[in-house]
């Protein structure tokens, strides 16, 4: 019982440092509404093996096509892995370091 106490504190935790705009998970997300996004593809990204890989995920598409819905389910299960993830948008991604020295004295780009 301790230790299923502890294993939820730290995903809470997680979840609340993932800085997360609302939570949604991947069972919301209804894919009979986004009929080309692959919904075997998103379960499998949600195992974490591109984590392990160090491999990037991009969601490109339309407003409202569902990317930051998945890219915060993504993150959710992550967590729920007790893996620690960043929830962060493209623009800001931009905006906070384009062409901006980084503390070590070189460009992060």
Known sequence: MECEERDRHAIESRIREAQ????????EFDFTQAP???????????????????????LIGECGTG?????????????????RVR?????RRWSMSWWKPSRMGTLSV
Do not use: D, M, N
């Open 67 to 83: 990317k930051s819905h998945l890219a915060t389910g993504l993150c959710l299960a992550a967590c729920r892995q007790k893996r």
């Open 36 to 58: 080309r996004i692959p919904a075997a593809r998103i379960r499998e990204l949600a195992e974490g093996g591109y984590i392990e890989r160090s491999e990037p995920v991009v």
């Open 20 to 27: 997360l705009p609302r939570v949604k998970t991947l069972e």
């Open 87 to 91: 929830f962060i948008t493209a623009r």
